[in-house]
Structure formats: C-alpha cells, structure tokens
C-alpha cells in the first residue's frame, strides 16, 4: 500500500505560480503511474496530468497544457506538480494519485493522497 501527502497549496495572484509536491510512503513509487486531479467547488474531480513510471510519457488536460508541467523524482519518491500562469478558473483542491494503467479516469487509479487546496485570486 502506497501513501500520499500532497503540499504546496497555497492563495496566489492570477499570472503566479505554484508547485505542489506529492510525497510517497509504504511503497516505492517506481513502478506506478502517477497523476494530478483537481476538483472544484461544486464540481466533479477531473484530471490534470499524469507521468509514466520512468518520467518519460506525459499527458494533460487541454485547460492545462503549456501552462503546467508534472515530473518526478523515484529517489525521493515523490512528484510535482509545477503551475505556472494561474488563472482564477485553476482554483480547486489538488489531489496526487497512483495506478498501474496510464488513464485520465480516476478509476484507474487505487491510491489518493488527501488534497491541498489551491486559491487563485483575480
């Protein structure tokens, strides 16, 4: 069982940047494809990135693309989530998540840390 703890939410200014870490324990991360979700208040949870096990295979969601960037570091057995250009529309809790098939479904994916909450202000 791998566990996970996400940090680096914050309140920034609209244009700012943010990067969140997702910290893992139980398990090596390694072997897992790692993911960022986000959810909104009043909406679902969607999905903003994920990363192969070897950091080599990227994918984002349009609303994302160009402006956030996801890496890892298997040593330290942990991911990031950098955020740049934050837009007000970006405001959501953020959540780390692990699995074993590369999907923007949530349900591919076992483990779940327990959100940071991110604020954009305009």
């Known amino acids: 069982q791998v566990q996970l703890v996400e940090s680096g939410g914050g309140l920034v200014q609209a244009g700012g940047s943010l990067r969140l870490s997702c910290a893992a324990s139980?398990?090596?991360?390694?072997?897992?494809?790692m993911a960022w979700f986000r959810q909104a208040p009043g909406k679902e949870r969607v999905f903003v990135a994920s990363?192969?096990?070897?950091?080599?295979?990227?994918e984002y969601a349009d609303s994302v693309k160009g402006r956030f960037t996801i890496s890892r570091d298997n040593a330290k057995n942990t991911v990031y989530l950098q955020m740049d250009s934050l837009k007000p529309e970006d405001t959501a809790v953020y959540y780390c998540?692990?699995?074993?098939?590369?999907?923007?479904?949530?349900?591919?994916?076992?483990?779940w840390g327990q959100g940071t909450q991110v604020s954009v202000s305009s």
């Open positions: 990363i192969g096990w070897a950091g080599r295979n990227f």
């Open positions: 139980g398990r090596t991360i390694s072997g897992y494809i």
């Open positions: 998540a692990a699995g074993v098939v590369r999907s923007s479904s949530e349900r591919q994916y076992a483990h």
